[in-house]
């Protein structure tokens, strides 16, 4: 079964800082970009952050810039995103996804597997 596991979210203070994992089982991400989205309530899905499956090119967008770290191993088949500096406006479901195609960064169309989603919640 090819799947996408998130884990590593939770509540932390405004302030603090997250590491989440993406993880996948049934096939390598070593051909892969790997990309960071995010849904809030009420609120449409938005991309976060993305990386190339060499990892060479990233991606953040303007809202997590300088606070948020994308990076990941292959050799383990793991991607994270290491968050500081946590505002409450980042409280949102965080979901990693995988494409074949490239360096697509934030077309979500273009991702062929999803993972299940992790709570992020960013409160005092």
């Known amino acids: 079964q090819l799947q996408l596991v998130e884990s590593g979210g939770g509540l932390v203070q405004p302030g603090g800082s997250l590491r989440l994992s993406c993880a996948a089982s049934?096939?390598?991400?070593?051909?892969?970009?790997i990309g960071w989205f995010r849904q809030a309530p009420g609120k449409e899905r938005e991309g976060v952050s993305c990386i190339s499956s060499s990892g060479g090119n990233t991606n953040y967008a303007d809202s997590v810039k300088g606070r948020f770290t994308i990076s990941r191993d292959n050799a383990k088949n793991t991607v994270y995103l290491q968050m500081n500096s946590l505002r409450p406006e980042d409280t949102a479901v965080y979901y990693c996804?995988?494409?074949?195609?490239?360096?697509?960064?934030?077309?979500?169309?273009?991702?062929?597997?999803w993972g299940q989603g992790t709570q992020v919640t960013v409160s005092s």
């Open positions: 049934g096939f390598s991400l070593d051909y892969y970009a």
């Open positions: 996804a995988a494409t074949p195609r490239g360096y697509v960064c934030y077309d979500s169309t273009e991702y062929d597997y």
